[in-house]
């Protein structure tokens, strides 16, 4: 069956950057793309980006120049790089499938990873 | 970028009742919209994609509707798994934009 899985360091001190893996199962990193999505304590979803099956990326634009994220499809797993870490960037990190075909919309979310960004 | 005003902000019902959530983009998305509910402490789940499909296992009191700026949600007679937050997202360009959420508590 479809898994997403995140894992991260919990804890980030403030101007640091922050490492995130989505381990996936269950579906190809080649047929599919991934999105990225956090979400602040107590607050809604933000869109952080995606990579594509043609390993092809799209980032928010709020936060390109700190975001990079890539994948290694031998491994089934997806990487979200953010640099310069602030405490507004607390929040739980999930990692997403897209639907194949035309449409948008994730259809499979990991279970998340809760990043703390704190001294 | 494209906006999504989503509304009510919360809504307090009982269960049976039929609820309406609507989301409002900031320009034409050509029904690329998706509706997801996320329940206290888990990750959001698809409800209904391309503005009126439903994702697979969704029940059928949930419905989607509209075109253009204009998206609903609807849920018939309620039930109280259905109680959490709903929130819309548009796939027309990126940034794919979430709506701002709907709190659907019981009464």
Known sequence: QVQLKESGPGLVAPSQSLSITCTVS???????????????????LEWLGMI???????YNSALKSRLSISK????????????????????R????????????AMDYWGQGTSVTVSS | DIQMTQSPASLSVSVGETVTITCR???NIYS?????????GKSPQLLVYAAT???DGVPSRFSGSGSGTQYSLKINSLQSEDFGS????????????????????IK
Do not use: I
């Open chain 1, 26 to 44: 269950g579906f190809s990193l080649t047929g599919y793309g991934v999105n990225w999505v956090r979400q602040p304590p107590g607050k809604g």
């Open chain 1, 52 to 58: 594509w099956g043609d390993g092809s990326t799209d």
């Open chain 1, 72 to 91: 290694d499809n031998s491994k089934s797993q997806v990487f979200l790089k953010m640099n310069s870490l602030q405490t507004d960037d607390t929040a």
């Open chain 1, 93 to 104: 990190y999930y990692c997403a499938r897209r639907l194949t075909g035309t449409w948008g």
């Open chain 2, 25 to 27: 983009a900031s320009e």
């Open chain 2, 32 to 40: 690329n919209l998706a509706w997801y509910q996320q329940k206290q």
């Open chain 2, 53 to 55: 499909n439903l994702a």
């Open chain 2, 86 to 105: 709903y929130y819309c997202q548009h796939f027309w360009g990126t940034p794919y934009t979430f709506g701002g959420g709907t709190k659907l508590e």
